[in-house]
């Protein structure tokens, strides 16, 4: 029986000199998306960045990147994307799911689940779940036909391993991610397509809140992490080098999650 385990010269390569990826959600330069990206140029991908506004055009001339704007949670406009991506740089073999992570100006919905409207509830599912689904439904196709492809989702500790009162909707959605890459790992592993998540914990970005930033204090580590920090870990579940992972999630969070208890 024959084992391809993609290496390079007896050594498992990290590079990516030729893939065409996708990172979605990288219009803020302070964001996960946004070193996401920086990495795989780095590593040599040729990279298509998207997100809902103009300015990420902005990013992709400060990367080096090709710009889309995109509504992800309309379908026509996720199809017209793959199809423009196809065009410009050719077939999408790295995706990364990156869209739907907060920001200041398209904060989270925090409200008991008591006070929380159906709208609110279905726009937090699909900023944060149906992103990830349509975006992979778009490609895996080309991936399964050309038997290789690599797909990375960005859940959270929030959901998956934890969850705060009024984050019902957002730790609803993250969970979910979790459930999509787990049932999508096992759709196409026979087709040479990884698919694992990436949940962070609490990172400083633009974003961040106060409240947020002392959190990241109480952290084993003692801070918040990085977006770079992050980035590192999607871009090694991107690479040729995780050919045997896949419907995993990797937590990056300071070891928060495994502290049995939190000391003042």
């Known amino acids: 029986m024959g084992i391809d385990t993609e ?30 990206a920086r990495r795989l140029l780095q590593l040599g991908a040729k990279v298509a960045i998207v997100s809902t506004t103009r ?50 100006a398209n904060p989270e919905v925090l409200r008991p689940v008591a006070q929380l409207t159906f709208d609110e509830w279905r726009s937090e599912i699909d900023r944060n779940l149906s992103t990830a689904f349509l975006c992979s439904r778009a490609f895996i196709g080309g991936m399964a036909e050309r038997g290789w492809g ?12 934890n969850a705060l009162p009024t984050e019902a909707a957002y730790a609803a959605g993250k969970a979910g991610v979790i459930g999509l890459t787990r049932a999508l790992a096992m759709e196409m592993v026979a087709d040479g397509v990884t698919v694992n998540a990436v949940a ?48 995993q999630m990797l937590v990056v969070d300071g070891g928060n999650s495994v502290r049995e208890a939190h000391y003042s």
Not at 29 to 34: C, F, H, K, N, T
């Open 150 to 161: 690599r797909i990375v989702n960005l859940s959270a500790t929030a959901g998956p391993v």
């Open 55 to 104: 300015r990420i055009h902005d990013r992709a001339t400060e990367l080096g990147a090709t710009g889309f704007v995109a509504d992800l949670t309309d379908e026509a406009e996720v199809g017209a994307l793959a199809d423009a991506v196809a065009e410009q740089l050719g077939d999408v073999e790295v995706l990364v799911n990156n869209a739907g992570l907060t920001s200041r």
């Open 200 to 247: 962070p914990g609490t990172i400083y970005t633009a974003a961040s809140t106060v409240t947020e930033l002392k959190q990241g204090l109480g952290t084993p580590i003692g801070r918040p992490g990085t977006p770079d920090e992050v980035a590192a870990a999607i871009a090694f579940l991107c690479s040729p080098a995780a050919s045997y992972i896949t419907g």
């Open 7 to 36: 290496h390079d010269d007896g050594l498992t390569t990290v590079r990516l000199d030729g893939k065409v990826a996708l990172v979605t959600g990288a219009g803020s330069p302070d964001g996960i998306g946004y070193a996401t």
